[in-house]
């Protein structure tokens, strides 16, 4: 993304929203003031779900790399990041990785991994943007892989399986994306 687009944008690993949401305490800051991507210039927020994943590269690495995780290799689990748009645009033009490392939270420990997919109102599509296709999908499927998550207790060396841990699972969800058409009267047909 190299530039400010509006709805959904995804991929099937990486879904990034683009939100108009108030703060409760309606406190924003001139944009050339904001010092950091927890503070707000306006309504609109940036968020974007990813996993965090130390054999990837990017900021699905940097997030990872930053969790300080004693986990040799592989993902970490599913981080989200949140901030102001303007202050995340910024950042994500100028190729500038901590200010979107320091948004970013690890939320999941326990996904392993993660598959979006978009409904088109026919089919289901592996990506999306918004501006691009000049509409929202009318759906967002949300596939998750569940996994044991490896206790700080337990040794490196220790390759027993406990036999009462629940083996990985697979979740699927449907989110519907609820948008009206356009009202259009008699008179301007």
């Known amino acids: 993304m190299k530039t400010y687009t509006n709805g959904i944008v995804g991929t099937t690993s990486d879904l990034q ?11 924003y800051l001139p944009s050339e003031e904001i010092t950091s991507t927890s503070e707000r210039s306006s309504d609109l927020l940036f968020i974007r779900y990813l996993m965090a994943d130390k054999n990837s590269s990017g900021l699905s690495a940097a997030i990872a790399k930053s969790e300080g995780d004693s986990q040799s290799d592989g993902p970490l689990g599913l981080a989200r990041l949140e901030g102001d748009l303007f202050g995340l645009r910024t950042a994500i033009e100028s190729e500038k990785e901590m200010p979107q490392v320091d948004a970013a939270e690890l939320k999941a420990k326990e996904v392993g991994k993660i598959e979006f997919r ?7 599509q592996e990506t999306w943007d918004s501006t691009a296709l000049n509409q929202l999908p009318k759906a967002i499927e949300i596939v998750l892989t569940l996994r044991r ?9 220790d390759d027993q399986v406990d036999p009462y841990a629940a083996p990985d699972s697979t979740h699927r969800m449907v989110v519907p994306i609820p948008v009206c058409e356009p009202f259009v009267t008699g008179e301007m047909l």
């Not at 929203?17 to 406190?27: E, G």
């Open 17 to 27: 929203l683009f939100i108009s949401r108030p703060d409760r305490d309606l406190d």
């Open 149 to 157: 998550v490896p206790s700080d207790s337990a040794s490196e060396d």
């Open 118 to 124: 978009y409904f088109d109102g026919i089919d289901w």
